[in-house]
């Protein structure tokens, strides 16, 4: 199974972008990124996901490296309600039809004022 | 509605009690799933609904039993629970097939005694 690895904890000034990096390298050709973001108390919530090509929403932007192994997110204008946990996924094949979410330790990040 | 609705919100029980907690979706979503989430973790897959029949069980405990009476509705019964048991609950749906993405409810916190 592919893994993700990332930074504990990062900062970021309110106002600027934020880049949270992930490290997935040995994640297989068919292997989707994928990123969700849990604050505190609630449930976590889809950001973006991807396979090869960068992406972009009304949320973020998800940019890949061309051999795959390793992959931003981007919070372009970071506000206080952007602190939270995020969490770097690779959804792998399960058992039968199905798909697994192998989710990474995740990265505190923290909105400065 | 773009919502999973997740009761109780919080839930003590004994270690002899049986208790259930309840989600419920309206997205017309044909998979639902049981996570638990450990503090400071990210969460755990426990159980797959796959149109309303069971189609992941990751080894978990038989003090835990899953329940998909409809298309709408999820159930995780509680019994003879211990006290490493107590977490956070999160349930979630998604389509079946495709992007696969993940929609959470804010999750059921357990505490066993």
């Known amino acids: 199974d592919a893994k993700t690895t990332q930074p504990t904890s990062m900062d970021c000034a309110e106002g600027r972008a934020a880049n949270l990096p992930c490290n997935h390298s040995t994640i297989s050709g068919n292997e989707y990124v994928y990123w969700y973001r849990q604050i505190h108390s609630q449930g976590p919530q889809y950001i973006i996901h991807g396979l090869k090509n960068n992406e972009t929403n009304e949320m973020a932007s998800l940019i890949i490296t061309e051999d795959r192994k390793s992959s931003t997110l981007i919070l372009p204008h970071a506000t206080l309600r952007d602190t939270a946990v995020y969490y770097c996924i690779v959804r792998a094949p399960l058992r039968g039809s199905n798909y697994q979410l192998i989710w990474g330790a995740g990265t505190k990040l923290i909105i400065k004022p | 509605d773009t919502e999973v609705t997740q009761t109780p919100k919080h839930l003590v029980m004994g270690m002899t009690n049986k208790k259930s907690l309840k989600c419920e979706q309206h997205m017309g979503h044909r998979a639902m799933y049981w996570y638990k989430q450990k503090a400071k973790k990210p969460p755990e897959l426990m159980f797959v609904y796959s149109y309303e029949k069971l189609s992941i069980n990751e080894s978990v405990p038989s003090r835990f039993s899953p329940e998909c009476p409809n298309s709408s509705l999820l159930n995780l019964h509680l019994h003879a629970l211990q006290p490493e048991d107590s977490a956070l609950y999160l349930c979630?749906?998604?389509?079946?097939?495709?992007?696969?993405?993940?929609?959470f409810g804010a999750g059921s916190r357990l505490t066993v005694l």
């Open positions: 979630a749906s998604s389509q079946v097939g495709g992007a696969n993405v993940l929609t």
